[in-house]
């Protein structure tokens, strides 16, 4: 039996409208830090939804621990019993330096999210990210 790998960005957030009105700067701004979707973005994830003819066939979600992409993986897989588990590691490279690239406390989003396996996120607090410098290649 053949398995298919789907990967879907998120839906727009906050970040990249910023980005749009103010330069690259918004991703270094600390008010921005782990942003969510916008309702455009919302929009757009519930228009893939709809036209999304396998979604019933889907038996993972493996999804990055920020709020924007658990607001996406959420909404697409709304009414449906599939499994959905943040995996710290499918993050946005680079990883640091971007606040939009901080996640959230992992209880937070567990309260927020009571339906996604939080379980592989090993700190409460985000300690991959760091504020003085970006992942590199190699890392």
């Keep these: 039996m053949s398995k298919f790998l ?7 957030a906050e ?3 910023n ?4 330069g690259k700067s918004t991703f270094y701004d600390p008010k921005y830090v782990d942003t969510a979707l916008i309702p455009e973005g ?11 003819k396998d979604l019933t066939r889907i038996e993972l979600v493996v999804v990055s621990p ?3 992409t658990l607001q ?3 909404e697409i897989f709304k009414g449906h ?13 680079p990883l640091g330096k971007h606040t939009c690239n901080k996640r959230s406390s992992k209880e937070l989003y567990k309260k ?3 339906h996604i396996n939080f379980d592989n996120l090993q700190t409460d607090q985000d300690e991959l990210w760091l504020s003085h410098r970006e992942e590199t290649i190699e890392e």
């Design 6 to 12: 789907y990967c879907i960005r998120h839906g727009l």
């Design 15 to 17: 970040h990249n409208v």
């Design 19 to 22: 980005y749009y009105k103010y």
């Design 42 to 52: 919302f929009q757009q994830v519930r228009e893939l939804r709809r036209g999304w």
């Design 66 to 68: 920020l709020k924007r």
């Design 72 to 74: 996406t993986a959420t």
């Design 81 to 93: 019993n599939v499994p959905i588990i943040a995996l710290e590691h499918s993050r946005e490279y």
């Design 112 to 114: 927020l999210f009571p």
